[in-house]
């Protein structure tokens, strides 16, 4: 099915480790999205790439890094991870109009 | 201020109609959404309006517009316990297009 895909679902990392989230999406959208979930907090964007060769900081950018590979493919990075950054991790891309988002799965993070 | 507001916990009998209630910040934002959350899954798009419009219907989902107020809701008929969720409105404005703005959710709970 077209979409988009997150790898991986579940991670727990010890404060300091790193690890890359990944992302893919199928559907041949220009713009893709990283944003983290918190409790009470709704979405925060972290980042996200307008067209590919292109990334932006969004509202909570401290503390990680992207790439966008190609156009299908969207990477995070936490380099040193901190117990603040346990969160769900969501990616999306975005359609032309009606602009909608299309979200992954998600992936579950605990740093502990 | 840029907060996109709702209220958190909505519950409702089975068959009846539920509405969700969002007040947003930007009266030029062109699109405004609803996005379904279930259950350990990524948002989900349900429906969206274009700013043009009063209202949209959509089978059993029927979204108000005031732009005056700036106030959005969600009408669901006939509410099934399926749609128990954490509902999410968003707006695109048009002061950074890239940066959608997301409510913090509301969650509906539907007693059988």
């Known amino acids: 099915n077209a979409g988009v895909t997150q790898t991986p679902k579940f991670q727990v990392l010890k404060t300091g480790q790193s690890m890359t989230l990944q992302c893919a999406q199928d559907m041949n959208h220009n713009s893709m999205y990283w944003y983290r979930q918190d409790p009470g907090m709704g979405l925060r964007l972290i980042y996200y790439s307008a067209s590919e060769g292109t990334t932006d900081k969004g509202e909570v950018p401290n503390g990680y890094n992207v790439s966008r590979l190609n156009k299908r493919e969207f990477s995070l990075r936490l380099e040193s991870a901190a117990p603040s950054q346990t969160s769900v991790y969501f990616c999306?891309?975005?359609?032309?109009?009606?602009?909608?988002?299309?979200f992954g799965s998600g992936t579950r993070l605990t740093v502990v | 201020g840029e907060d996109v507001e709702q209220s958190l916990f909505l519950s409702v009998r089975e068959g009846d109609s539920s509405v969700i209630n969002c007040t947003y910040t930007d009266s030029s934002s062109t699109y405004l959404y609803w996005y379904k959350q279930e259950p350990g899954a990524g948002l989900q798009l349900l429906t969206y309006i274009f700013s043009n419009m009063d209202m949209k219907q959509d089978q059993r989902l029927t979204v108000l517009l005031n732009k005056k107020d700036k106030h959005l809701s969600l009408r669901i008929a006939d509410t099934q316990t399926g749609d128990s969720a954490i509902y999410f409105c968003?707006?695109?404005?048009?002061?950074?297009?890239?940066?959608?703005?997301f409510g913090t959710g509301t969650r509906l709970k539907v007693l059988a």
């Open positions: 999306a891309s975005r359609a032309d109009r009606p602009y909608g988002y299309t």
């Open positions: 968003a707006e695109r404005p048009t002061s950074g297009t890239y940066k959608y703005i």
